[in-house]
């Protein structure tokens, strides 16, 4: 999925009419507005993925129907971009036992490779490659 530009917003419709434009925005399929959180009544959040050439077109329709929202993200691909190269640098960085970033992602290998650690020989072996 290229993101270039995406935006991520965060809606909250304040009463059943904005609620149901929102269902209406959900199925213009030409604006490929992908919902990551959908609201479950008035004053539930809402988060949707809108690709940068359906932006104007989103926030004009949000803005005329009396939506509040924010921007939750500003440039998807580039905070993706971001995280893959803060994966990259910590799996070449070796790592003991006391130094496992828990605010990092981690691939379910090196998270079972670390949960095992000290417990099986294979694996406390290989996980100085995280």
Known sequence: MESDRDQVLRIIPRNEEQLALLRILEKQEELQVDFWRRATGPNSLADLRVPFPSLLPVKAFLDSHGFPYTVMIEDLQGLLDEEK?????????????????????????????????GTHSACARAAPTW
Request: charged content about 35%.
């Open 85 to 117: 190269e803060t994966m990259l640098r910590a799996r070449r960085t070796k790592r003991s036992i006391r130094e496992f970033d828990f605010s990092s992602y981690h691939t379910l290998d090196e998270v079972l490779c670390f949960a095992l650690l």
